[in-house]
């Protein structure tokens, strides 16, 4: 005898996002900018699929098979919260640069969207995110040195606060890399990147 059990699940996702920004330069070497992601919306439709076969034939005068299969579609929207973005550089004094960005957003403004009609079951879920996630800057920044028309080098760093209220989960992203010209029209640029991170999680089980 044999039960061979079969499931398939394909999502479909669409969404569309768009952000606005503004840059100012002051004199040749200072720049200053800011922007604005808005919110956006993605809506996933998750389509399940699952077909049991059964086969019976210990006796061979007596062979069955029988098949059951099930069907079952689900459609859900999930809205992200905006993202505000500032940031500063200084290019080119005596080959030196550097840049520093911070963005702002509020993870705990994220909610969830159930087209069946769930709305005591949609309600939780959106208090559970408002409780769980909270408020992060996002920080990163670089330094870069052009030592001659050549050679150049550089190095960044960035810091990923955990979205989690009570999770620890902070990462931190540390890069370097160099480019070296390779006659007049190639260029050849190497890096690398390292993150951090460590989780901090108590799980309670009732």
């Not at 809205?79 to 702002?104: M, Q, W």
């Not at 931190?172 to 190639?186: M, P, V």
Request: zero cysteines; hydrophobic letters at 35%; glycine letters at 8%.
């Amino acid at each position: 005898d044999t039960i061979l059990l079969t499931d398939q699940i394909r999502s479909d996702y669409l969404s569309f996002s768009s952000r606005v920004g503004a840059l100012y330069r002051i004199g040749n070497h200072f720049n200053i900018g800011a922007s604005y992601t808005l919110p956006s919306r993605v809506r996933v439709t998750e389509e399940f699929d699952a077909r049991i076969a059964s086969t019976f034939d210990k006796d061979p005068e007596a062979h069955v098979e029988t098949a059951e299969k099930l069907f079952n579609e689900y459609s859900y929207s999930v809205s992200s919260p905006g993202r505000v973005g500032l940031g500063a550089a200084f290019i080119d004094l005596a080959g030196l640069s550097a840049s520093f960005a911070a963005e702002y957003v509020d993870h705990g403004n994220t909610r969830l969207h159930f087209d069946a009609g769930e709305f005591e079951q949609q309600r939780e879920e959106n208090q559970y995110i408002e409780e769980t996630y909270g408020k992060v800057w996002n920080l990163r920044g670089g330094l870069s040195y052009d030592a001659n028309d050549i050679f150049s080098i550089r190095a960044g760093y960035g810091y990923r606060p955990s979205r989690f209220r009570n999770i620890e989960m902070d990462r931190h992203q540390i890069s370097a890399g160099a480019g070296i010209a390779l006659g007049r029209t190639a260029r050849l640029e190497l890096g690398a990147q390292y993150t951090m991170w460590s989780e901090d999680q108590n799980v309670v089980y009732e």
